[in-house]
């Protein structure tokens, strides 16, 4: 019987991952393997010609089947690193994605005194427990329509030792937030789900076939969540209060004219992702 080395395996997969059309085929191939024997990848790379042994081979070939019918690695290997911490993903909540951390940044630069923050629709807490590591003296809430993701928040927020920092509240938007004494904050963010039900069949299939619907879809323009929250925000801010959120590629012109068109807010500015995208449209009263 054959011996496969690490790298037998590594370009095997790669090769059979292609054939499938996987975006990222070497890296995948890597990711997954490294997880399987509880490598880095760097330490994958100086064990080249370590043999793999029977019950890792099945453990990979079941990785691998899951991989082609598009799971996505993050959702494989139960790990995604945001904002240089380690988050426990699983299909109960959307994946975080790297532009979300430019929504963390701005916040960061605009805020170092102690605040109240929401995080609205936190769904693996990427956001707040990104705040509850950076500025241990910001009171957190967080909050999601969905038990399942919270579930995975809370989880999160006690890897991360935050989880007596964070209040995480469930339901719709703002209404989980009027059962609290204080119901004013400092500031709003929120990365909503802003796809349009139109798009569903420009989304790859990674993320169309896997992650929860409710973290991705809001009506047919993808507006629906949106318009909600920057219609309701003010109500919930104190005087200079800041509403951050996140929108897709071509909402930034709709996203601006629907603050303008609310008297409450005084100042507007957007700000882009690395790929030159308008991402990130930050509202102050
Ligand atoms: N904040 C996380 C991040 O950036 O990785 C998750 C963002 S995901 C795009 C949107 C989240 O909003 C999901 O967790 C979803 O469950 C939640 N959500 C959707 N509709 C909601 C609603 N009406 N009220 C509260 N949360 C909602
Ligand atoms: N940016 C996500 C995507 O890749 C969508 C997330 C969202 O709706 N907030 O489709």
């Not at 790669?14 to 490294?34: M, V």
């Not at 699983?90 to 701005?106: A, C, F, Q």
């Not at 995480?168 to 990365?191: K, T, V, Y």
């Amino acid at each position: 019987m054959k011996t496969w080395r690490v790298i037998d395996l590594i370009e095997w997969t790669t090769e059979y991952f292609e054939r499938h059309e996987i975006p990222t085929p070497r890296l995948d191939a890597e990711l997954l393997l490294g997880h399987l024997l509880q490598k880095s990848r760097l330490q994958l790379y100086l064990s080249f010609e370590m043999p793999v042994f029977q019950g890792a081979l099945s453990k990979f070939r079941e990785l691998i089947k899951r991989r082609i019918a598009h799971t996505p690695v993050s959702y494989l290997t139960n790990h995604k690193e945001f904002m240089s911490l380690d988050f426990y993903v699983d299909s109960r909540v959307l994946i975080p994605r790297p532009e979300t951390e430019i929504l963390v940044e701005t916040v960061l630069q605009h805020q170092r005194e102690p605040c109240r923050f929401v995080d609205i629709g936190t769904g693996c807490g990427a956001i707040a427990i990104s705040f509850g590591h950076h500025r241990p003296d910001w009171e957190l809430i967080a909050t999601d329509f969905s038990t399942d993701a919270l579930e995975v928040a809370q989880q999160n927020a006690l890897t991360h030792n935050c989880a007596d920092r964070l209040t995480f509240l469930q339901g719709d938007l703002f209404e989980p937030l009027q059962e609290l004494p204080n119901s004013r904050f400092d500031w709003i963010a929120s990365n909503p789900p802003y796809v349009g039900t139109n798009e569903v069949s420009t989304l790859p299939l990674d993320v169309r076939e896997h992650e929860p619907e409710i973290a991705l879809f809001a009506g047919a323009d993808g507006l629906d969540i949106i318009r909600r929250i920057v219609t309701d925000a003010p109500q919930f801010l104190n005087s200079e209060g800041k509403l951050i959120l996140e929108i897709g590629y071509n909402q930034s012109h709709p996203v601006q004219d629907l603050i303008k068109s609310q008297p409450a807010y005084k100042h507007c500015e957007v700000i882009k992702d690395y790929a030159g995208i308008e991402r990130v449209v930050l509202a102050s009263l």
